[in-house]
């Protein structure tokens, strides 16, 4: 970001058709890395390579699902119109959509299952369809590579599930890479391939269970993490607080190091 690092000494590889969960808690990396894999932060030292080049702007093989999305408040654009000013986007100059595009943006929709949705106005959506909405917008221009930002945001147990599950689908149908934000593990066991555990400045790549233990995390933090599994479910400890549940901004100052 110009000011500070945030991530360093990262070391990692994601290969072709992996569904990877980008973990970790509040201030962690994962928007910045995301950015900076869609070239908007400067990587500082070393080198970023996507699809075997450094990254760049506008990368049509990209799609994007941004973590701060259009609010209620969107107006009266239903979600047909969302999905169109994505296609414009890529082929922008153009005052009206070809068939071709129309015939995606039905594609897209249908493939999130909110074909339904294309008339209703983004005001009237729960936040559910609105993600999914906004997951169709990420298909347009056929990316190989979904960046998805805290998709399960404001979401209750059963549309995170139903979040995880399409997501996985569309990941395997299609044949394409996904990396999936969130700071919460348990919602993606079992639909992840590998995680990409971020903290403490730095990260670890593997199986949930190769990452997700009391060394690793501890190694990562600098500071003693206690992994706690639970009916199949993990919880992340620092002292008797869970990590991806509160904010710790305060303990993460001291493990940046300054530029
Ligand atoms: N534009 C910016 N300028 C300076 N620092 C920034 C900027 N954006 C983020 N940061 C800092 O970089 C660090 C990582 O932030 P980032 O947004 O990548 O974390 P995150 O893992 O996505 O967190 P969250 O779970 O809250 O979304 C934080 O310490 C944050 O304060
Ligand atoms: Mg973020």
């Not at 869609?38 to 760049?56: D, E, I, R, W, Y």
């Not at 047909?80 to 100059?93: M, S």
């Not at 147990?157 to 890479?177: A, F, K, N, S, Y």
């Amino acid at each position: 970001m110009g000011s500070r690092v945030v991530l360093r000494e990262i070391d990692l590889e994601i290969g072709p058709r992996e569904l990877i969960g980008v973990l970790g808690p509040n201030g962690a990396g994962k928007t910045t890395l995301l950015r900076a894999i869609l070239g908007l932060v400067p990587v500082q030292n070393g080198s970023l390579m996507v699809f075997g080049s450094a990254p760049t702007t506008g990368n049509a093989a990209i799609g994007y699902m941004p973590q701060s999305r259009v609010t209620a408040d969107g107006g009266r654009l239903c979600g047909r119109d969302i999905i169109a000013a994505a296609a414009r986007g890529e082929r922008w100059g153009l005052p009206w959509l070809d068939l071709a595009t129309r015939r995606q943006i039905d594609w897209a929709l249908e493939r999130v299952g909110a074909s339904e949705l294309a008339r209703r106005p983004l005001a009237a959506m729960s936040g559910g369809e609105r993600q999914r909405l906004m997951l169709a917008q990420t298909l347009i221009g056929q990316p190989r590579l979904l960046l998805l930002d805290e998709p399960l945001v404001n979401l209750d147990p059963r549309h995170q599930g139903e979040m995880v599950t399409l997501v996985r689908e569309l990941q395997q149908d299609l044949g394409i890479t996904v990396l999936f934000s969130t700071h919460e593990l348990n919602p993606l066991l079992g639909a992840m391939d590998r995680v990409l555990y971020l903290g403490g400045g730095q990260a670890a790549l593997g199986s949930v269970d190769s990452v997700i233990n009391n060394a690793v995390l501890s190694r990562l933090y600098g500071t003693e993490i206690e992994v706690i599994r639970h009916r199949g479910r993990y919880f992340v400890m620092l002292g008797n607080q869970e990590l991806d549940h509160s904010n710790h901004d305060d303990f993460f100052e001291g493990h940046h190091a300054p530029v």
